[in-house]
């Protein structure tokens, strides 16, 4: 079994505020504080209240959003080399 610690108060702050507002995961932001993953799950359930979870919401499509335009940065380079390639510039 582990061992039990108290968690100031700001630190909980601080990393559900890096969650939510910054988009860092989880476990980053976890690791970063030096706590387990499950401890902030915990924090964030207890914080949603049952409403819908939704900061976990959030966080999730910031990430989802992310990915979305690191595909679009790639498309739109690949597009501009084959319009060099190709001679076709509108």
Do not use: C
């Amino acid at each position: 079994m582990g061992t039990f610690k108290v968690i100031p108060k700001e630190i909980k702050e601080q990393v559900l505020s890096r969650i939510k507002n910054d988009g860092i995961s989880v476990a980053q932001a976890a690791r970063d504080a030096g706590i387990s993953d499950n401890t902030v799950y915990g924090w964030i359930a207890k914080t949603a209240n049952g409403t819908n979870n939704d900061a976990l919401e959030n966080v999730r499509l910031k990430r989802e959003l992310a990915g979305v335009y690191e595909v679009l940065g790639k498309l739109t380079a690949e597009l501009s080399i084959y319009k060099k390639k190709n001679g076709h510039w509108s």
